[in-house]
Nanobody
């Protein structure tokens, strides 16, 4: 059973930066899609970014130019770099993992339905 553990969340002022990390434990797909999603209070969960085993990425329009995603395959870890954060970025951020599929090639990889394993989430709170 795969378990995903997020870290790096916390409070940050608007305009600041934050890095989230996601490390899985247990057996994982040799090639996979790793993604980041977020859910703000009263809103549905939305895809933020995803990356496949070869480094191809998909970034949501809402964060494009501010957030980037990367991964270290040797550590099986993905990272979400958040810069120039805004109050609307306040949310619980979830790490997810799924099969390769169309990861990094289309908005397919921003759909929660395509991911099988999820972390518990980490809160990011942006203050004015």
């Amino acid at each position: 059973q795969v378990q995903l553990v997020e870290s790096g969340g916390g409070s940050v002022q608007a305009g600041g930066s934050l890095r989230l990390s996601c490390a899985p434990s247990g057996a994982t797909y040799s090639r996979n899609c790793m993604g980041w999603f977020r859910q703000a209070p009263g809103k549905e969960r939305e895809g933020v970014a995803s990356i496949d085993s070869d480094g191809r990425t998909t970034i949501a329009d809402s964060v494009k130019g501010r957030f980037t995603i990367s991964r270290d395959n040797a550590k099986k870890t993905s990272y979400l770099y958040m810069t120039n954060v805004r109050s609307e970025d306040t949310a619980i951020y979830y790490c997810a993992m799924g099969p390769l599929g169309l990861c990094g090639l289309s908005d397919w990889s921003l759909s929660a339905d395509n991911f099988h394993y999820w972390g518990q989430g980490t809160l990011v709170s942006v203050s004015p």
